[in-house]
């Protein structure tokens, strides 16, 4: 339950449903329309008590089919229903085209040439009092271009005659205009400002990465996701294609909780070096609190011993702030290179405040030429800005680059360019592709940060870890956050676990940790907030 699908997979697992004989299409249409009624009433228990007058625009295709079911399940529970219709009621597919006739038994279906929102909603004088509810039923997986002028035009009329508030929002799998694989607005007229934010977006079956990346979540409000009776599994088992296109399938970001786990049964009598040696490269003077923070996560998230490797003149600044962090003379790529002739020390993590500097670059490729398991981070990647590629030949598979926005813009300038720019036709390239391509280029794993952190391992694993809706944690943009993510994925690394689940456990940790929190959170509490959400989370 804990994937996100691309709207092909989606589609490959209902074809694969039809073909087995697990269900009809009638039969997804009529539990999908169930499942969107059964899921806003339980997330908008308000719903039950505004007035009962709903709205529901349906679409052209199997979107549109669903909305007709809720139109006549709506009805059927005593609402008033007024139902739209973008697109040609001849040229509906057969499920849908079943669903508008049942629906035609009912109520009218008035066409999109007589929406006219502002006489009948807008203006001094409406003729109907207002909806309480508006299902957008127009687009879900099938959106492949930006919505037409006139539907667009209607829909922001629409938005501007009942604004946000004074009617509920519900989205059949998508807000329309979403691309749905990508998370990005298929909008390039308007700057990817869909007409409205939705209140609540049902997604069936599974969440699809839309609702998860880019701009998504904002426009998808919250998200539900109904049971729609597909078995994935019995389906996955019997149908090698589905097999096939499933083998790609993102996870969403869960922290490995066995392994986090110091002792148990496995490990009762461990000693402090069984959890590993962390080295945590600092800058010079004015310049080590990134890298002690990184050092003081990696200590707090596990490993066994955590030093801090800070030049010389830095050391008595360094001196004065460490108690549990062990610190070492390091001056430079030599020093550095004698310290590793210790092999216990397993894993390093070099970037935070250490400086835009050849010395820098000299210090990556020492710890790179070490094949140790190692973290590189903010300078770390800047130092190469100028030349990724003499970098991207020294990485190996214990690597994994924890870039943001910039530096990933910085180490990967012609993918950037083709991801920002404004996507004109679904799908449209996600997050995801982007850091698959790096990742590929660069060899080693990737973990891409934002609201959105895409983790990839090159031609393995991809994980999403989505900082929103519930997991929201808008106080991790602020200074620090990340030395202290790169922080906790060289402790983890040390401790044993492999780079690509170090960067999955250590990503859900840190926005676990922002959670507890809270506001006012800064970058030091969120090593101190570590014991309490591994104690919460039964670790
Ligand atoms: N896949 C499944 O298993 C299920 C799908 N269901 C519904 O079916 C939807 C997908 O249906 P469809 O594939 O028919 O696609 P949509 O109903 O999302 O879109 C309809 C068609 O419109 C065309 N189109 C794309 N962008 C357009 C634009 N901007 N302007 C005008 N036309 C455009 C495309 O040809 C597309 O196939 C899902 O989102 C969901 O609501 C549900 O009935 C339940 C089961
Ligand atoms: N709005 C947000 N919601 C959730 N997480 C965020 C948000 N903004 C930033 N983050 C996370 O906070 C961290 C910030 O890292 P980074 O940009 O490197 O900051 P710094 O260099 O100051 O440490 C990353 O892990 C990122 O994913
Ligand atoms: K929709």
């Known amino acids: 339950m804990n994937e996100l699908l691309t709207s092909a997979q989606m589609r490959a697992i209902e074809q694969a449903a039809f073909d087995s004989g697990q269900a009809t299409g009638l039969e997804l ?13 339980e997330a908008l228990p308000d719903l039950a008590k505004a ?51 049942r629906w035609g038994e ?40 930006p919505l037409a002028r006139d539907l667009d035009e209607a829909l922001r009329n629409l938005a501007s005659c009942l604004p946000e508030g004074k009617a509920w929002r519900v989205a059949v799998d998508a807000p329309s205009g979403l691309c749905m694989d990508s998370g990005r607005p298929l ?38 996701v109904a049971d729609i009776g597909l078995n994935q599994p019995a389906l996955r088992a ?48 004015g310049r080590t609190g990134a890298a002690r923070l ?7 998230v596990g490993a066994g011993l955590v030093t801090l490797a800070a030049p010389a003149p830095a050391m008595s600044e360094c001196a004065s702030q460490l108690t549990a962090v062990m610190l070492t003379r390091c001056n430079g790529a030599p020093d550095l290179g004698t310290l590793l002739e210790d092999e216990r020390l397993n894993a390093l993590c070099l970037g935070p405040g250490l400086g835009v500097s050849a010395a820098t670059r000299d210090l990556v490729l020492t710890a790179l030429g070490s094949r140790r398991r190692c973290v590189l981070d903010a300078d770390a990647l800047t130092a190469f800005a100028e030349r990724p590629q003499a970098l991207f030949a020294h990485l190996h598979s214990g690597v994994v680059l924890t870039p943001h ?57 991809v994980v999403v870890h989505a900082a929103c809706y519930e997991r929201a944690a808008p106080w991790l943009a602020t200074a620090g956050a990340g030395d202290v993510l790169a922080g906790m994925i060289a402790g983890l690394m040390a401790r044993g676990f492999w780079p690509v ?22 970058a030091e509490d969120l090593a101190e907030e570590l014991p309490a959400v591994l104690r919460a989370s039964g670790v």
């Open 29 to 41: 249409m009529e539990r999908a329309g169930q499942g969107v009624i059964e899921a806003m009433f």
């Open 51 to 101: 007035k009962a007058k709903a709205l529901i625009l349906c679409g052209p295709g199997n979107n549109g089919g669903d909305g007709f079911v809720i139109a006549r399940l709506l009805h059927e529970m005593g609402w008033q229903v007024s139902c739209f219709l973008y697109g040609d009621p001849g040229r509906l597919q057969p499920d849908a085209k079943a669903n508008h006739d």
């Open 106 to 145: 009912i109520g009218a279906v008035v066409p999109f040439a007589d929406w006219h929102v502002r006489e009948r909603w807008g203006g001094a004088v409406p003729v109907e009092q207002p909806p309480s509810l508006i299902v957008d039923s127009l687009f879900g997986t099938g959106l492949t271009r």
């Open 187 to 224: 909008d390039p007229e308007n700057d990817g400002e869909l007409p409205s934010r939705q209140d609540l977006t049902v997604s069936f079956h599974r969440l699809k990465r839309g609702h998860m990346l880019g701009d998504g979540p904002e426009w998808c409000g919250r998200v539900a």
């Open 238 to 285: 019997a149908r090698p294609a589905l097999r096939e296109q499933l083998s790609d399938m993102v996870q969403l970001a869960e922290p490995d909780k066995r392994q986090l786990r110091k002792g148990g049964e496995d490990y009762p009598g461990a000693h402090k070096y069984d959890y590993g040696h962390a080295v945590v490269l600092s800058g010079g003077p």
């Open 294 to 300: 990184a050092a003081r996560a990696a200590l707090r």
């Open 405 to 461: 926005a910039g530096e990933f813009a910085r180490l990967f300038p012609d993918i950037w360019a083709r991801f920002i720019a404004c996507p004109e036709q679904g799908p449209a390239i996600s997050k995801i592709e982007a850091a698959q391509e790096a990742a590929a280029r660069a060899g080693c794993i990737l973990l891409f940060k934002g609201q959105d952190t895409v983790i990839v391992e090159p031609g393995g694993r």
């Open 501 to 522: 689940g170090a960067a999955e456990t250590a990503a859900w940790l840190h926005a676990e940790a922002a959670i507890s929190f809270g506001p006012g959170l800064i």
